[in-house]
C-alpha cells in the first residue's frame, strides 16, 4: 500500500477496523511483543508489513487532542487561543513524527540492513512510521496521561518535583525507545538491531546532568 492509498482510508470511517486497533492499544500497554508478533502474520497474509488500516492513527490523534485539551483547560487558556494550541500540537505530532520516522528510516535501511539482500528487502517507510506511533503511545501515556494526575506534586518548584519531573520524561523515552526496538528487531533483513537500545544511554545522562543543574526537561506549555 503506498502512502496516498493509505490517506485516503483516513477519510473512510466506516471501512476502519477500530476494534483490532485497540487491541494493539491494550497490547502494547501490556505486552508489545505480542503486537509485533501478530506483524509477523500480518506480513505472511497481506506481503506487507505496514499498517493497510489507519484506524491506530486516528486513534493517537484523539488522544493527542484530548491530552493536551485537558492541559489547556488545567492552565485556563480559553477562547482561540485554546484552538490554536490544539492546532499547532497535532501538526507538531505529525510533523516531528514524519522527521523521527524518515531518521529510523534511514539509518535502519542504510546501517542495520544485511549486506547483499535484494534491493526490494528495505524498511517500509509506512512501516516506520507504525513503529514511531506504537512507540509513541507508550511515550504519551506516561508522560502526557501520567504527568497529569501528578501536577500538583510535579510543579512544586523543589528539587523532589523536579527529579520526578524528570524521570517520567526519561521513562517516557525509555519505553518510546524499547519499542522502537522491538519494531525493528522483527525484520528479519535488519542486523544488530540492539544498537537502537544505546539511545537509552545519552537520556539517562541528559537525566542526571539536569537534575543537578536543577533543568526541568519538559513543561506542557
Not at 488522544?63 to 480559553?78: G, P, T, W
Amino acid at each position: 500500500m503506498n502512502f496516498s492509498e493509505y490517506s485516503r482510508r483516513l477519510f473512510r470511517l466506516g471501512e476502519l477496523d477500530f476494534d483490532y486497533a485497540f487491541w494493539q492499544v491494550l497490547n502494547l500497554c501490556l505486552s508489545p511483543s505480542r503486537v509485533y508478533r501478530n506483524t509477523k502474520y500480518h506480513r505472511q497474509t497481506k506481503n506487507q508489513w505496514a499498517r493497510d488500516d489507519p484506524a491506530f492513527l486516528l486513534i493517537l490523534i484523539y488522544l493527542v487532542v484530548i491530552v493536551n485539551l485537558a492541559y489547556l483547560v488545567c492552565f485556563q487558556i480559553r477562547g482561540i487561543s485554546l484552538l490554536g494550541y490544539l492546532l499547532k500540537d497535532v501538526f507538531s505530532f505529525i510533523f516531528i513524527g514524519c522527521l523521527v520516522t524518515f531518521t529510523f528510516w534511514f539509518f535502519c535501511n542504510y546501517f542495520l540492513r544485511l549486506p547483499g539482500m535484494a534491493v526490494e528487502t528495505r524498511v517500509e517507510w509506512l512501516y516506520a512510521f507504525d513503529v514511531h506511533c506504537n512507540s509513541f503511545l507508550l511515550f504519551a501515556l506516561v508522560n502526557y496521561v501520567f504527568r497529569y494526575f501528578l501536577l500538583p506534586i510535579l510543579y512544586d518548584k523543589g528539587p523532589i518535583s523536579l527529579f520526578f519531573s524528570n524521570f517520567i520524561y526519561f521513562t517516557s523515552i525509555c519505553s518510546y525507545v524499547y519499542i522502537t526496538f522491538l519494531g525493528y528487531d522483527i525484520l528479519p533483513f535488519l542486523r544488530r538491531t540492539h544498537y537502537l537500545l544505546y539511545l537509552i544511554l545519552p537520556n539517562a545522562v541528559l537525566l542526571i546532568s539536569t537534575c543537578l543543574s536543577g533543568v526541568e526537561l519538559w513543561k506542557p506549555l
